[in-house]
């Protein structure tokens, strides 16, 4: 974990923001996949880990702003859970690493947060993703399951995500840990793509060395040489002479950061011409974001501008046509990148998803398209130092939609549906980094992983810079 101060001091900025009421965070637990003591991997929740670091299930804390108190609620091991999972130091212990000075047993949450309800003071809580933390709050609150989420603070949400927006040097060495897991996982699946294997032998690896490396992947693996579905999670596909494979994976560091990097690879070896082009333009793309983002920058602008690149290099091989920049402002290069250009990254690899979307990358200033494509942006508004965000431009061709686009002559001003037909089995590409916000500019983060065709050809000769 981060230093005592580093915990102490991201509470006590969380206290002056929220100013004043009770705040709980519920930890998370573990959780069952097919009988009750076959558990997943233990992942905390992420705001718990931000603000008390203990990477332990069972526990709850609770920040009690206006009587200036701080409670994590949890019950050290008994003999027989140290006979099956070994000591663990005492709680009290390990929350003083992390600056508190009080701990109560789990049962004692319940009475706390009665007396506060009882006498009328504001409970703050974020919005909740687990059923056991959903049935927790109900039985605490007397709020019905079903409404807990709709209750959640606002002043809270906002509170964290402007904490957790801005990340720290300490921070970005972390995030930085985790690519470099990453820059493991994509030359080893650049080496060891090859015709005649299965996807899963690649993406099995590749969750493994996450795994060696560190906490584990931060999202399951997109492997596929199906890369035109977006979150393709299906890796029983044997791969072919002239396939290319979307890669897209993440890392976690030992203190949970992520990473989330995409690669694509020719599956042998050498990209053709025509998936060269392709590339290219995505690869243009990529720049022209990286060109583009430094503080007070909308990213719902650098989405628009790497798009019109994109939507040019797709021009030039006669696949758009007309008017760039009224295509773009149609929505006609959606057809090829449905999504958004990138997210803020973390400790969750879509940083604070859980706390709702709109809060994170929208705000007063700017409101989410409603427009194809455009509405899937989940990062719209203004750059500021410290962001931590993927720039992931793609270019996509989805049979059934240019099936649907063209049935509709969707577009057919910016649309050259007669060349489309050579590309409907093309698959996709994508190239995705992690970048960092700086006062001037931003700086792509961690041991650069071969992005340019020449370096990807060479990485899977074995051949690294
Ligand atoms: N891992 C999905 C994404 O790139 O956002
Ligand atoms: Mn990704
Ligand atoms: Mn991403």
Redesign the pocket.
Known sequence: MFSEKTYSERRRQLKQLVKSGVIIFPGNKEVSFNYPANEYKFRQESSFLYYFGIDKSGLNAVIDIDEGREIIFGDDFSLDDMVWMGDLPKLADQAKLVGIKEVQSENALAEFVLSAVNSKRKVHYLPQYRHDSINLLESLLGINHTAINKYASNNLIKAVVAQRSIKSDEEVAEIENAIEISYVMNTYAMMATKPGIYEREISGVVEGIALSMGEGISFPIIYSVHGETLHNHYHGNLMQDGDIAVL?S?AESLLHYAS?I?RTIPVNGKFSEKQKAIYNSVLNASNTALSEIKPGVLFKDVHLKAVRTLAEGLKDLGIMKGDIDEAVKEGAHALFMPHGL??M?GLD??DMEGLGENFVGYNTEIKRSEQFGLAYLRLGRKLEPGFVL?V?PGCYFIPKLIEKWKSESKHIDFINYKELENYLDFGGVRI?DDVYVDFNGCRVLGKPIPKTVEDVENACEGILK
Do not use: F, I, L, N
């Open positions: 897209d993440g989330d995409t990138g997210h990254m690899v879509h993927t992931e995705e």
